[in-house]
C-alpha cells in the first residue's frame, strides 16, 4: 500500500511539472504574440516578399487547413506531453526558447505583407476577409504557425508508441499548413522556412546546450511553490 502511495505521488507531482510546462509554453506564446504589438506599434515594419511570392496564388480554400491546424497542434503537443519526461521536457522547453527567439525578432526586426484584395463573395473569400479583420499583418518572421506545425513533428518523430504512418502523416500536415500560410498570403517564403529552421535550431540547442537543467529546476521550484501553497491551505 505504501509503495503504491508512493507511485500515486510521483505521478502526480509528473502531472504538475507537465502542467507547468505547458503553462510557460503557451503563456509565453501569448506573450510573444500579443505583447510584442504593443511593443513594435508605430515601428517601420519590413516587407521580405519575393517575386516568388507574388506569383504564388490566393488560394481562399486553404484557410481550412490555416485554421484547422489548432486540432493538429493540441493533438500532437499531448503527445509530447505523455512520452518520457526528460523527452518531453526537452520538447517544451524548446518550444518555450524557440518562442523567446521570436520574441527577440518581432520586437528587433518588424516585419508585414500587403495582403490581397478579395470581393466580399463566397463562403471562402468571407472567411478570409474575417481572418484579415482579426488578424493583422505583423509578427510574421519566422512564422510561428510553421514553427508550432514543425515542432508537432518533431514531438512524434522519436515515440516507439507513435505508428510510423502517423510520424508520415504529420510530416505532410505541417507542410499542409506551411503552404496554406503562403496560399492565404499570411506569410512570404522566408517565413515558412524560418519557423521550420528556428524549430529544428531550438530543439537541437536544448539537446546539446545543457540549458534543459537549468530549465527543470525552475520548473521543479514552481512546483514546489505551488505544492507549498496547496498544504500551507489545508492547514
Same mark, same amino acid.
Given at each position: 500500500?505504501?509503495n503504491?502511495?508512493m507511485?500515486?505521488d510521483t505521478n502526480?507531482?509528473?502531472?504538475?511539472r507537465m502542467?507547468?510546462?505547458?503553462l510557460?509554453?503557451?503563456?509565453?506564446?501569448?506573450?510573444?504574440y500579443?505583447g510584442?504589438?504593443?511593443?513594435?506599434?508605430?515601428f517601420?515594419?519590413?516587407n521580405m516578399?519575393?517575386?516568388?511570392?507574388?506569383i504564388?496564388?490566393l488560394i481562399?480554400?486553404?484557410i481550412?487547413?490555416?485554421?484547422?491546424?489548432?486540432?493538429?497542434?493540441?493533438?500532437?503537443?499531448?503527445?509530447?506531453?505523455i512520452?518520457?519526461e526528460?523527452?518531453?521536457?526537452?520538447?517544451?522547453c524548446?518550444?518555450l526558447?524557440?518562442?523567446?527567439?521570436?520574441f527577440?525578432l518581432?520586437?528587433a526586426f518588424?516585419?508585414?505583407?500587403?495582403?490581397?484584395?478579395i470581393?466580399?463573395?463566397?463562403?471562402m473569400?468571407?472567411a478570409? *476577409?474575417f481572418?484579415?479583420?482579426?488578424?493583422?499583418p505583423?509578427?510574421l518572421?519566422?512564422?510561428i504557425h510553421? *514553427?508550432?506545425?514543425?515542432?508537432?513533428?518533431?514531438?512524434?518523430?522519436k515515440?516507439?508508441?507513435?505508428?510510423g504512418w502517423?510520424k508520415?502523416?504529420?510530416v505532410?500536415?505541417?507542410?499542409?499548413?506551411?503552404?496554406?500560410?503562403?496560399?492565404?498570403k499570411q506569410?512570404v517564403?522566408?517565413?515558412?522556412?524560418?519557423?521550420?529552421a528556428l524549430?529544428?535550431l531550438?530543439?537541437?540547442?536544448?539537446?546539446k546546450?545543457?540549458?534543459l537543467?537549468?530549465y527543470?529546476?525552475?520548473v521543479?521550484?514552481i512546483?514546489?511553490?505551488?505544492?507549498?501553497?496547496c498544504?500551507g491551505?489545508?492547514?
Amino acid at each position: 500500500m505504501e509503495n503504491e502511495s508512493m507511485k500515486a505521488d510521483t505521478n502526480k507531482a509528473t502531472t504538475l511539472r507537465m502542467i507547468i510546462m505547458v503553462l510557460l509554453a503557451l503563456g509565453f506564446n501569448c506573450i510573444t504574440y500579443y505583447g510584442t504589438r504593443l511593443i513594435t506599434n508605430g515601428f517601420h515594419h519590413y516587407n521580405m516578399s519575393t517575386r516568388l511570392d507574388y506569383i504564388i496564388p490566393l488560394i481562399p480554400w486553404t484557410i481550412i487547413i490555416y485554421l484547422g491546424c489548432y486540432i493538429y497542434w493540441i493533438t500532437n503537443y499531448a503527445l509530447g506531453t505523455i512520452q518520457a519526461e526528460d523527452e518531453a521536457a526537452a520538447f517544451l522547453c524548446a518550444d518555450l526558447c524557440a518562442k523567446i527567439v521570436c520574441f527577440i525578432l518581432f520586437v528587433a526586426f518588424p516585419t508585414t505583407i500587403v495582403r490581397p484584395e478579395i470581393a466580399d463573395t463566397g463562403l471562402m473569400n468571407k472567411a478570409m *476577409l474575417f481572418l484579415y479583420s482579426i488578424d493583422t499583418p505583423d509578427n510574421l518572421f519566422p512564422s510561428i504557425h510553421c *514553427l508550432t506545425s514543425w515542432f508537432c513533428v518533431i514531438a512524434v518523430r522519436k515515440q516507439k508508441a507513435v505508428p510510423g504512418w502517423y510520424k508520415v502523416l504529420s510530416v505532410i500536415i505541417a507542410l499542409a499548413i506551411c503552404i496554406s500560410t503562403l496560399t492565404t498570403k499570411q506569410h512570404v517564403i522566408v517565413d515558412t522556412f524560418a519557423g521550420i529552421a528556428l524549430a529544428e535550431l531550438a530543439y537541437l540547442f536544448v539537446k546539446k546546450s545543457g540549458i534543459l537543467g537549468p530549465y527543470k529546476r525552475l520548473v521543479a521550484a514552481i512546483e514546489s511553490f505551488i505544492i507549498s501553497i496547496c498544504k500551507g491551505r489545508k492547514q
